[in-house]
Nanobody
Framework: QVQLVESGGGLVQAGGSLRLSCAAS????????MAWYRQAPGKQRELVAT???????NYADSVKGRFTISRDNARNTLYLQMNNLKPEDTGAYYC?????????WGQGTQVTVSS
């Protein structure tokens, strides 16, 4: 089963940018469909973006045009480039790997956007 470790979170002002990374180990990264989720305090975890093992991407309406999901199979790493950040983007960001009905989560990285 794949192990996932997120990094790259932090505190940023509104309008700023961050790039999150999700390093995978313990399995063959390229066979997994990957996704980023986020969870704000007191709210349910929500889907932010997905990328299939073939490289097809999809985004939540709230982040379209601002966030870009990508993957580097040679480095076993998933990325989320976040531009023009807004205070409502604040939350813990998690990556998720899925294959054959099985899934794994990372431990999360905190993103805080100040106004």
């Amino acid at each position: 089963q794949v192990q996932l470790v997120e990094s790259g979170g932090g505190l940023v002002q509104a309008g700023g940018s961050l790039r999150l990374s999700c390093a995978a180990s313990g399995s063959i990264f390229r066979i997994y469909d990957m996704a980023w989720y986020r969870q704000a305090p007191g709210k349910q975890r929500e889907l932010v973006a997905t990328i299939t093992k073939q490289g097809s991407t999809n985004y939540a309406d709230s982040v379209k045009g601002r966030f870009t999901i990508s993957r580097d199979n040679a480095r076993n790493t998933l990325y989320l480039q976040m531009n023009n950040l807004k205070p409502e983007d604040t939350g813990a960001y998690y990556c998720k790997a899925t294959t054959g009905g099985l899934f794994s989560w990372g431990q999360g990285t905190q993103v805080t956007v100040s106004s």
